[in-house]
C-alpha cells in the first residue's frame, strides 16, 4: 500500500515537473491535452495546475518575483505571467514622478491625479508607500506653471488625426495676441518641448499647393480644436519624423536645416552632446572641442548665449553675427 502511493506520489511530481518544464520556458498547457498525456481525469489535471499555482507562491517567497498563473480563455490553455515584468516598479514610478514634476507639463492637481492613479494600478505591493513618500514634498511645494493646462483630449485628437491623416481646424493665439485666428493644418506630428506640447503640421492651402513648410503651434494656444474628417495625402518617403525634428531644433524653434560650428571650452562636453543629439565632437590640441552639427532655426542661439564665454560660434556667418550682436546688446543693457 505504502509503495502505491509513493508511485503515485512519484508519478504526480514527475508529471507536474514536465508541466513546469513547458510553462518555464514560456509554453501553454491545457487539461484535455493533460488527460491525453498522462492517461488521467480533467480532476487529476487541475489538481496540477493547483501543485503549480503552489509552486508559484513558494517561488514567490524566495525570489520575491510576482507570478501567475493565468487561464487565457482564447485557446483555453493556461500560461504563466511574469506579473513584475509587465507592471511598473517602485523606481522606475519614481523616475516617471521626478520627471513629470520637472516637465512642469501639468498643473497640480492633474499632477497628483495621474501620480495618484499611476500608483494605484502600476506598482505592486508595499512600493506603492515608498514611492508617495518620496516625491509627497516636492509635490506638496510644487507651483502651477502660468501657460493653460494642457488639453489630453485635444493632444489625442491631433495624434489620431496625425495617424489617419486628417486635417484639423482651430482658432490659434499667438503670443501678445487678444484673438484667435482661425486655422486649417494639415498635422504631422506632436512633440513635448521645455514645458509646453506642440503640433507640427502644414497649412492646408500650403500643403496642396506643394510648399510645405513645417510650422510649430503650440497646443495651449489653440481652441475648438476639430478633426474635419477631410484628408491629405502623405507619401512615406516624405512624411516628417518626430524624433528627427527634435534632435535638430531648440527650444521647438523651426526654419531652414543648416550646418554650425562652434567650439565649447566648458567643463562637461557630454552636457553639449546631450542637448545636440547628433552633433560630432573633435577634441583640439588646446584641450577645447569643436561642435559640428546640422540645425533648424535660431532656437540654439538661445542656447549658445547661455554658455556665456564657454563658447565661440565659427559658422555659418548668419549665426555668428546674430551671436555677437546679442552679446554686445546684453553689454550695453548692463551699463550703467
Known amino acids: 500500500m505504502a509503495?502505491?502511493?509513493?508511485?503515485?506520489?512519484?508519478?504526480?511530481?514527475?508529471?507536474?515537473?514536465?508541466?513546469?518544464?513547458?510553462?518555464?520556458?514560456?509554453?501553454?498547457?491545457?487539461?484535455?491535452?493533460?488527460?491525453?498525456?498522462?492517461?488521467?481525469?480533467?480532476?487529476?489535471?487541475?489538481?496540477?495546475?493547483?501543485?503549480?499555482?503552489?509552486?508559484?507562491?513558494?517561488?514567490?517567497?524566495?525570489?520575491?518575483?510576482?507570478?501567475?498563473?493565468?487561464?487565457?480563455?482564447?485557446?483555453?490553455?493556461?500560461?504563466?505571467?511574469?506579473?513584475?515584468n509587465e507592471m511598473i516598479s517602485p523606481g522606475e514610478l519614481f523616475a516617471i514622478g521626478k520627471i513629470l514634476l520637472a516637465s512642469r507639463a501639468f498643473h497640480k492637481k492633474e499632477l497628483e491625479s495621474l501620480l495618484g492613479r499611476l500608483r494605484q494600478s502600476a506598482v505592486l505591493g508595499k512600493g506603492k508607500k515608498e514611492v508617495e513618500e518620496y516625491i509627497k514634498s516636492e509635490l506638496f511645494d510644487y507651483l502651477n506653471p502660468k501657460h493653460r493646462k494642457p488639453d489630453i483630449h485635444a493632444l489625442?485628437?491631433?495624434?489620431?488625426?496625425?495617424?489617419?491623416?486628417?486635417?484639423?481646424?482651430?482658432?490659434?493665439?499667438?503670443?501678445?495676441?487678444?484673438e484667435s485666428v482661425p486655422h486649417k493644418v494639415c498635422p504631422e506630428g506632436v512633440?513635448?518641448?521645455?514645458?509646453?506640447?506642440?503640433?507640427?503640421?502644414?497649412?492646408?492651402?500650403e500643403w496642396q499647393s506643394g510648399e510645405k513648410e513645417t510650422r510649430v503651434y503650440r497646443v495651449d494656444r489653440m481652441f475648438h480644436l476639430k478633426d474635419t474628417g477631410v484628408g491629405f495625402d502623405v507619401s512615406y518617403s516624405s512624411r516628417l519624423r518626430e524624433g528627427a525634428y527634435k534632435n535638430s531644433v531648440q527650444y521647438m524653434y523651426g526654419g531652414e536645416p543648416e550646418r554650425i560650428q562652434f567650439l565649447y571650452t566648458g567643463p562637461s562636453v557630454e552636457a553639449v552632446l546631450d542637448r545636440l543629439p547628433t552633433a560630432h565632437q573633435k577634441q583640439l590640441e588646446d584641450g577645447s572641442f569643436l561642435i559640428t552639427d546640422r540645425i533648424q532655426g535660431d532656437g540654439i542661439l538661445m542656447w549658445l548665449l547661455s554658455q556665456g564665454s564657454r563658447v565661440k560660434v565659427l559658422s555659418p556667418e548668419r549665426l555668428r553675427n546674430k551671436w555677437i550682436q546679442e552679446a554686445r546688446k546684453i553689454i550695453e543693457a548692463s551699463e550703467p
Open 191 to 205: 512633440l513635448f518641448s521645455e514645458y509646453y506640447f506642440y503640433m507640427l503640421g502644414v497649412p492646408e492651402k
Open 3 to 84: 509503495k502505491e502511493k509513493k508511485d503515485r506520489d512519484d508519478k504526480k511530481a514527475e508529471r507536474v515537473l514536465f508541466l513546469w518544464d513547458i510553462l518555464g520556458r514560456g509554453g501553454s498547457v491545457n487539461r484535455t491535452e493533460m488527460t491525453e498525456m498522462f492517461g488521467v481525469n480533467i480532476r487529476t489535471a487541475s489538481r496540477y495546475i493547483v501543485e503549480i499555482r503552489k509552486y508559484l507562491e513558494k517561488k514567490e517567497e524566495r525570489d520575491g518575483i510576482r507570478r501567475e498563473l493565468y487561464y487565457d480563455r482564447t485557446d483555453g490553455s493556461y500560461r504563466i505571467r511574469d506579473l513584475e
Open 156 to 178: 489625442w485628437t491631433i495624434a489620431r488625426a496625425v495617424h489617419t491623416h486628417h486635417v484639423l481646424s482651430f482658432g490659434y493665439k499667438k503670443q501678445g495676441s487678444h
